[in-house]
């Protein structure tokens, strides 16, 4: 079962004191920085949630956490990079596990989710918009318009939150589009606002910025539920306008460190922290209250059961698309 924040809760006074008293005894105290590599462009999903909960563990650990942005492949590169660094515990990754479920699938890099110990802080929906100049104004338009010609559409690359969205919406539609492909969610959405692009698939949280400053127009967000964006208003859900079911498309985010060769110490820190100080960190809630995420924070067996959703989500929809080198029946990634 998903970890909720309603079975997170403590009294946050005491939960706050009682993570406060906890910092100097914690098995694990870091004499130098923490690096956490963010796989993806500045300004992204990834981005901006791993500044805060970065600074959510410099408190809590008393020593700085520097984030440190290494684009490239649809965010294999930088935790390539994580992966092959020395296991003392002082190099994490962050992003999306979800991929970790997929890279292998798609014959980009041979690592598994299951190498990794995973913490989630928040989820993300994907969000359809477009440039206000299109003549889109309603989902309705842009499906009518995908019927007549391949619409370019922006996403942060193969197997990106966004890439996955915008296949799902094809599978169930039958339309096409054409993929234009960026290294991250942020420079995805920049070339949708200057007009390189007419759609981003994005996730919410990327966009948020610019739907506020009306420099992009929500559509739709790819859930059965409207999404509330503070300072905008309600976005529709896709089930307004298809009787289709689209799979799972919301993506939890948070950080992953190898499992082999990390200190236990250090593992058992974060666990700690992952217990009483994330899910009452004012920081990240309000994070995600103003980028329109879900505010899930989980570890452990929690947060394996909360990614795999996605991962079977996204392993058939890139294997009914096309873009699998293998079937996800060979990874023992049943279909959803």
Same mark, same amino acid.
């Given at each position: 079962?998903?970890?909720?924040?309603?079975?997170?809760?403590?009294?946050?006074?005491?939960?706050?004191?009682?993570?406060?008293?906890?910092?100097?005894?914690?098995?694990?105290?870091?004499?130098?920085?923490?690096?956490?590599?963010?796989?993806?462009?500045?300004?992204?999903?990834?981005?901006?949630?791993?500044?805060?909960?970065?600074?959510?563990? @410099? +408190?809590?650990?008393?020593?700085?956490?520097?984030?440190?942005?290494?684009?490239?492949?649809?965010? /294999?590169?930088?935790? %390539?990079?994580?992966? @092959? $660094?020395?296991?003392?515990?002082?190099?994490?990754?962050?992003? $999306?596990?979800?991929?970790?479920?997929?890279? %292998?699938?798609?014959?980009?890099?041979?690592?598994?989710?299951? *190498?990794?110990?995973?913490?989630?802080?928040?989820?993300?929906?994907?969000?359809?918009?477009?440039?206000?100049?299109?003549?889109?104004?309603?989902? *309705? *338009? &842009?499906?009518?318009?995908?019927? *007549?010609? +391949?619409?370019?559409?922006?996403?942060?690359?193969?197997?990106?939150?966004?890439?996955?969205?915008? =296949?799902?919406?094809?599978?169930?539609?039958?339309?096409?589009?054409?993929?234009? /492909?960026?290294?991250?969610?942020?420079?995805?959405?920049?070339?949708?606002?200057?007009? @390189?692009?007419?759609?981003?698939?994005?996730?919410?949280?990327?966009?948020?910025?610019?739907?506020?400053? %009306?420099? &992009?127009?929500?559509?739709?967000?790819?859930?059965?539920?409207?999404?509330?964006?503070?300072?905008?208003?309600?976005?529709?859900?896709?089930?307004?306008?298809?009787?289709?079911? &689209?799979?799972?498309?919301?993506?939890?985010?948070?950080?992953?460190?190898?499992? =082999?060769?990390?200190?236990? +110490?250090?593992?058992?820190?974060?666990?700690?922290?992952? =217990?009483?100080?994330?899910?009452?960190?004012?920081?990240?809630?309000?994070?995600?209250?103003?980028?329109?995420?879900?505010?899930?924070?989980?570890?452990? @067996?929690?947060?394996?059961?909360?990614?795999?959703?996605?991962?079977?989500?996204?392993?058939?929809?890139?294997? +009914?698309?096309?873009?699998?080198?293998?079937?996800?029946?060979?990874?023992?990634?049943?279909?959803?």
């Amino acid at each position: 079962m998903l970890r909720t924040l309603a079975t997170l809760a403590v009294s946050g006074t005491l939960v706050a004191l009682a993570g406060t008293a906890a910092a100097q005894d914690y098995a694990w105290k870091p004499d130098r920085p923490i690096t956490i590599v963010v796989p993806w462009g500045a300004g992204g999903a990834t981005d901006q949630v791993s500044r805060v909960t970065a600074g959510v563990l @410099e +408190e809590a650990l008393g020593q700085k956490v520097v984030v440190v942005n290494t684009p490239g492949a649809s965010g /294999s590169i930088g935790k %390539k990079n994580v992966w @092959e $660094a020395e296991r003392d515990g002082y190099t994490w990754a962050a992003g $999306a596990p979800k991929q970790l479920g997929t890279y %292998k699938l798609l014959g980009m890099w041979d690592t598994w989710v299951e *190498d990794w110990h995973l913490y989630t802080t928040v989820t993300n929906v994907p969000m359809v918009s477009v440039n206000p100049d299109t003549p889109y104004e309603t989902m *309705d *338009d &842009l499906l009518a318009a995908m019927k *007549d010609k +391949e619409v370019p559409v922006a996403t942060a690359g193969a197997g990106s939150s966004g890439h996955a969205a915008i =296949e799902a919406l094809k599978a169930a539609t039958g339309l096409n589009y054409r993929h234009v /492909s960026y290294d991250g969610g942020n420079p995805a959405i920049i070339a949708t606002v200057s007009g @390189e692009a007419e759609v981003t698939t994005q996730l919410a949280s990327e966009q948020s910025e610019m739907v506020r400053g %009306k420099r &992009l127009r929500p559509l739709a967000v790819l859930a059965d539920t409207p999404l509330e964006i503070e300072g905008y208003g309600t976005v529709p859900p896709i089930t307004d306008f298809l009787s289709e079911k &689209l799979p799972q498309l919301a993506t939890s985010f948070g950080i992953f460190i190898p499992k =082999e060769g990390t200190p236990p +110490e250090v593992i058992e820190t974060m666990n700690e922290i992952w =217990e009483t100080v994330i899910p009452n960190s004012p920081e990240l809630k309000s994070y995600a209250l103003n980028r329109g995420a879900l505010f899930t924070p989980a570890y452990g @067996e929690a947060a394996d059961a909360q990614v795999w959703p996605e991962i079977q989500a996204d392993a058939w929809s890139f294997h +009914e698309a096309g873009r699998a080198t293998m079937s996800p029946d060979e990874m023992n990634i049943p279909k959803p």
